[in-house]
C-alpha cells in the first residue's frame, strides 16, 4: 500500500464517519445503506426526499470517481464493469435479509459499541476473506 492509497483511505474513511454522523445528529437516522434503499422502495410520510438525496449522492459520487476524477482502475472493463450492478443488487438482497449491511453495522453500529454489530461485520469480513481465497483457488486469480 503506498503512502498515497493509505492517506486516500484514511480521508475517505473519515468521510464516511462524519456523514454518518451528520445524519445522526440532523436527521436521528442510522446511515445503513440497505436501510436507506428499502425505505425508498417503500416510502414513507416525509421519508422519501431524504433518502433520494442520499441515494443520489452515492450514485454521483461513485460516478465522477469512475468517469471525472483523473483515476486509472485498472482491470475494470465495460463488461466487468456490467457485473457490479447485479452483484449489488444481490449484496442488498443479502444484506436486508440478514438485518443489515456494513455501513450500518461496521460504521455506525460499531460505533454505538453494538455485539450485535461487531459479530456481523466480524462476519462480513470473514466473508469476503473467504470469497478471496476460493476465487483465487478455483479461478486461478492473480493478485
Do not use: E
Not at 79 to 87: E, F, G, I, S, T
Amino acid at each position: 500500500m503506498t503512502s498515497i492509497s493509505w492517506f486516500n483511505s484514511l480521508i475517505g474513511g473519515a468521510a464516511i464517519g462524519v456523514a454518518a454522523s451528520i445524519l445522526l445528529a440532523f436527521n436521528g437516522r442510522v446511515a445503513g445503506v440497505s436501510g436507506i434503499v428499502t425505505g425508498l422502495l417503500r416510502p414513507h410520510a416525509n421519508d422519501w426526499a431524504w433518502r433520494a438525496a442520499f441515494v443520489f449522492g452515492l450514485l454521483a459520487a461513485g460516478t465522477f470517481m469512475l468517469t471525472g476524477a483523473q483515476t486509472h482502475t485498472p482491470g475494470l472493463s465495460p463488461a466487468r464493469l456490467l457485473l457490479l450492478v447485479p452483484a449489488g443488487l444481490i449484496t442488498g438482497f443479502g444484506a436486508r435479509l440478514g438485518g443489515g449491511c456494513t455501513s450500518g453495522h461496521g460504521v455506525c453500529g460499531l460505533s454505538r459499541l453494538s455485539v450485535r454489530s461487531l459479530v456481523a461485520t466480524l462476519t462480513f469480513i470473514a466473508a469476503g476473506a473467504l470469497s478471496v481465497l476460493l476465487t483465487r483457488y478455483f479461478a486461478g486469480a492473480q493478485g
